[in-house]
Structure formats: C-alpha cells, structure tokens
C-alpha cells in the first residue's frame, strides 16, 4: 500500500513544528518523521530514518522545500535520488508534486534554473578574476603585514631578549602570522 510520508524541519529548538505537523496531517500523511535541527547541518538522522522507510510508489510530502534540502542542490539531488526509487514528493506551500508528469516538469525547471544559476555565479567570478588579474591585483585577503613591517619584525626578533608574543601584539597579529611573514623562527615566547 503507498503511503504518504511526511518530513517536518525547524532549524532551532526555540522553533516549534506545529505549523507543519498541522499541514501534514492535513495532507493525508500517515507518519511524520520531525527533527529541531539546522539545515546547514549534513547529518539530520530523523531525515536519514524518513528516507530508509520510503518504498517505490510512496510520497514524500513536505510543508515547504527548503524543509528538505540545505540548497537548492541538494534538494535536486535528494528528489532526483526519490525518483529513481520510484518514490514521489511533494511541496505543500509551493504545490509541487513529482508523482505526475506536469509536477516533474515543474520541478526539472526548477533543477535547471539552479543549475543555470550556479553556471553564471561560477562565470562571474572567473571573469572577475580575470579581470582583477589584468589590473595586477591577485586574490585572496590582503597579507596582514606589509613589507616594511616583515623588515621591522626581523629586525626585532634578531634580539633574543625580545619574545615573539609581544611582538605578535605590537602589530596586532597573532605569533602563527609572525612565523609566516618572518620564516620559520625557533618559537619564544
């Protein structure tokens, strides 16, 4: 027998899964795996438990996407995984349900659409690069000590008398900077 089978996230324990656990009962789910956890979180074990009880012709049902995955490729990945299974889903707050061919096609539109997205994020910042290079400027954070000060630094570490950590704190930095900018120098303290 297919089952309908819900998925209910908040991302704090301050949060509360009322709103869902409503909207699932109310689409017909007969269990609900729920879990206060963040979606930036890889391991969300009630999630793993929900996607091992799925069997081919079940739904997925959750209140709204981003429930389910932590981005957008993710979630593609995850409903592209349910679908070789043979398993639906579906979105509540964004009516899309993968069990027909209509759903399907809306949610590949999506899965394009963020796959497009990600093409011209990546262009962008290769062009940017690109040109930033052609000004001569590199990337990455500008060093925290400029040649002068490595000069200075040197200078004062020469003097065995003088421990690195106060040196670290006159230019602000930490004694792991210092060992970088000045080479590698027998740690003191």
Known sequence: ????????????????????????????????????????????????????????????????????????????????????????FESLTEKIETGSAAGKLQFHVFAALAEFERALIRERTQAGLAAARARGRAGGRKPKLDDKQVREIKALLRDPDIRVAEVARRYGVSRTTLYKHVGVVMPRQ
């Open 1 to 88: 027998m297919n089952q309908r089978i819900g998925y209910a996230r908040v991302s704090t324990d301050d949060q509360h899964l009322d709103l869902q656990r409503d909207a699932l009962t109310q689409a017909a789910c007969s269990v609900t795996y729920e879990e206060a956890i963040s979606g930036k979180n890889a391991v969300r074990p009630e999630l793993e438990q929900c996607l091992k009880a799925l069997r081919s012709g079940d739904t997925l049902v959750v209140w709204r996407l981003d429930r389910l995955g932590r981005s957008l490729p993710d979630l593609v990945k995850i409903v592209a995984e349910l679908e070789e299974r043979g398993v639906h």
